[in-house]
């Protein structure tokens, strides 16, 4: 299990992510990030999303988003830690270039 395989998770209800780590040695942790709705237009701004969704073996159209840091707000990058147990089933693994436009994301949001 590496950085940019996305995969199935089952938390409260299935959901898809992507994993940004690899295996934490011993621990069977990841650090990910679950794929969300777009938001369109509404985030310009205040936040930037990397559309995910068909191409990457989903069924449906969904993004990665990060807020950008701003006086007052706490960014939110949807990063969430997932246990080997967590993950369902791999769907695909992303081009490198589409994890390098993720993890290029996920620095504009500042430190997880």
Not at 83 to 97: G, I, M, N
């Amino acid at each position: 299990m590496q950085a940019g395989e996305v995969w199935w998770v089952d938390f409260d209800e299935r959901r898809p992510v992507v994993l940004l780590s690899a295996e934490v040695a011993d621990t069977s942790r990841f650090l990910a990030m679950q794929v969300v709705p777009p938001a369109g237009t509404e985030i310009d701004g205040v936040a930037a999303e990397v559309a995910i969704g068909a191409p990457e073996g989903l069924p449906f159209e969904g993004v990665l988003r990060v807020a950008f840091p701003r006086p007052g707000v706490v960014p939110c990058t949807w990063l969430l830690p997932v246990t080997r147990e967590d993950l369902v089933k791999r769907v695909s693994t992303l081009p490198a270039a589409k994890l390098a436009e993720i993890e290029d994301l996920v620095r504009l949001g500042g430190p997880a």
